[in-house]
C-alpha cells in the first residue's frame, strides 16, 4: 500500500502527564454472619486499581518503542489508551496518525467466522476498501501460512495460527503507528523471525511502533529505544541496552529475593 506520509523523527505518539485508574465493583461473598445482618443481600465493595501513574512518553516515526515490565505493570493498559480503547483518567495522549493494534490473541476476531471472513473484517475495520483486502488477500494468506485453514472456523485454529493472521492484518493494513502487545510470543521461531522483518520493514518506511515483549533479545535488537513500566509508574527510558540492563538486574534481584523468602 501507501509510502508512510511521514518524516522520521516526527512525533507519532506524545503521552503526557497520563493516569489511568481502574475502579472495578466486586461482589463479595458473604460470610453467614453478614448475610443474616444483610438479610441475605450480598456486599459490594469497590476495588481501585492505579494502572498508570504520570507516565510521560513519546515515539517518533521512523523508530520502535519497546515497554518492559513485570506483570501487572500497567504495559496492556497503556497500549489501551494510545489505541484509543480506553480514555484516560489524567493527562493526555496525542496521536498524528492511524493507530492499528495487535493484542495478544488477536482480540477482534469472530471465532466462528473462517480466517477468510475475518481478513475481511478486519481491513474494513482498519479502514481498508473490499476491493483493497481483495488485492491484498493472497499476500496476507501466504504471509500467515494457513495453507487451507484459512477457509476453516477460527475456532478451530491454534493460538499460532490466530496470532500470525493477526500479525499479517495487522501489517498488511500498513498502519502510521503499529502496536504489538505481546503478539508475537506465540509464534514459533521462524515466524516470530518473518515479523521482525516485517517490523524493521515498517520502520525504514518511518511508520512508528510500540513493542511491548517479555523477549529482551529481540527489544534490544530491534528497539530504538525503551521504557520500563513498573506499578504504573515509569522507571526508566533511554537506550534500549541501558534500560534492559538495568531492568534485567531488577529482575534478577526480584528473583533472588524470592529464593531467599522462600529459605
Ligand atoms: N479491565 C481491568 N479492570 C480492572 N483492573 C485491571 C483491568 N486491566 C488491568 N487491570 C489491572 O491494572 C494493572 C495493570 O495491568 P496491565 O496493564 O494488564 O499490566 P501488564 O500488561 O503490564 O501486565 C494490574 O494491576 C491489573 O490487575
Ligand atoms: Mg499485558
Known amino acids: 500500500m501507501s509510502n508512510s506520509l511521514h518524516k522520521p523523527g516526527e512525533i507519532a505518539v506524545s503521552v503526557q502527564h497520563l493516569g489511568l485508574t481502574y475502579t472495578t465493583t466486586i461482589d463479595k461473598r458473604p460470610t453467614l454472619k453478614a448475610r443474616l445482618k444483610t438479610m441475605g443481600r450480598g456486599t459490594k465493595q469497590t476495588r481501585v486499581v492505579r494502572a ?12 520502535v518503542l519497546g515497554v518492559v515490565g513485570a506483570n501487572g505493570a500497567g ?9 484509543g480503547i480506553l480514555p484516560p483518567s489524567q493527562g493526555r495522549v496525542e496521536v498524528y496518525g492511524k493507530v492499528s493494534t495487535l493484542l495478544a490473541l488477536g482480540v477482534g476476531f469472530s471465532p466462528s ?3 477468510r471472513a475475518n481478513v475481511y473484517l478486519g481491513g474494513l475495520a482498519a479502514g481498508m476498501s473490499s476491493q483493497e483486502i481483495e488485492n491484498h488477500f493472497e499476500e496476507i494468506a501466504d504471509f500467515a501460512e494457513l495453507g487451507d485453514a484459512i477457509d476453516a472456523p477460527m475456532r478451530t485454529y491454534s493460538s499460532g495460527m490466530y496470532a500470525r493472521l493477526a500479525f499479517s492484518v495487522a501489517v498488511t493494513v500498513r498502519p502510521d503507528i503499529l502496536i504489538v502487545d505481546e503478539a508475537l510470543s506465540t509464534g514459533d521461531a521462524r515466524f516470530k523471525e518473518k515479523s521482525l522483518e516485517k517490523i524493521k520493514e515498517l520502520r525504514s518506511d518511518a511508520r512508528a511502533l510500540i513493542l511491548v515483549s517479555h523477549a529482551l533479545g529481540t527489544v534490544r535488537d530491534i528497539c530504538n529505544e525503551v521504557a520500563w513500566l513498573h506499578k504504573g509508574k515509569l522507571i526508566q527510558r533511554g537506550k534500549p541496552d541501558e534500560v534492559v540492563d538495568a531492568y534485567a538486574s531488577f529482575l534478577q534481584v526480584g528473583k533472588s529475593a524470592a529464593i531467599n523468602e522462600d529459605v
Open 52 to 63: 498508570l501513574d504520570d507516565v510521560m512518553l513519546d515515539v517518533a516515526y521512523g523508530s
Open 75 to 83: 504495559k496492556s493498559t497503556l497500549m489501551r489508551v494510545i489505541s
Open 113 to 115: 467466522l473462517s480466517g
